[in-house]
């Protein structure tokens, strides 16, 4: 859970006054947005999907409530937010879901967007994405608003597949100390394994053929990607 602001957290106005009236519409819309910014940022964190208009509708509807008593969560690692405040309530929940519902008066509409469409356009957002918007009543008055999306679907990591192609086990061994010492060339790699130079540098060739090894122009070899996903795969 992550909490992101109740009525004590940073009031932008004095106890009981709405933000329109103590700064302007200007300021009720720059608090809007801010808690908008600041509470999609923190569900993004946390890995979830539910959409920015979604919260900015949600947040936008605490003008309704006069931003009393207001307290923005984040759930379910970022899936689920839930908005809640100690405002007037919302009597008809059915109705507030409809297209144009609105129960703002002339003052706060001059901080709301559109029509008052934007728990409807919350719920058909989230309904596109599988999830589902609750309007329940607050403890004591107001109203809890949550929006959830279900968690993305984690898909277990496919096993790698077999390699096609099977190396000796000294070849095997080429390889690894190709990896490990690269750049390298023939005398090195001999020293190691303690045959004749001559002999790595015939299973090289067959590593290069193999598409497992490079060779730059000073003779000396690395391992490509090929090499190293066939190392992964065996290993």
Known sequence: MVPLASQGDAPAYAPGEAPGEAAGGTATRDLIEQLTARAHSLAQEEGGGIPLNVFREL??????????GVVITILDRGNTLRVSDQGPGIPDKDAALRPGFTTADAANKRHIRGVGSGLFVAQRTLTGLGGTLEIEDNLGRGTVITARIPP???SPLAPSPAP??????????????????????????????????????????????????????????????????YIGAVM
Not at 59 to 67: G, M, R, T
Not at 187 to 205: C, F, H, K, M, P
Request: contains cysteine; hydrophobic residues 40%; negative net charge.
């Open 59 to 68: 947040i936008e509807n605490l003008v309704h409530a006069s931003f009393s």
């Open 152 to 154: 993305p679907i984690e």
């Open 164 to 229: 096609e192609y099977n190396l000796p086990e000294r070849q095997l061994k080429v390889l690894l100390l190709t990896v490990e010492l690269a750049p390298v060339g023939p005398t090195r790699i001999a020293q190691e394994l303690g045959v004749s130079t001559s002999t790595v540098y015939r299973d090289l060739v067959s590593l290069e053929q193999a598409g497992f090894v490079a060779c730059r122009p000073n003779g000396h070899r690395s391992a490509t990607d090929a090499g190293l996903a």
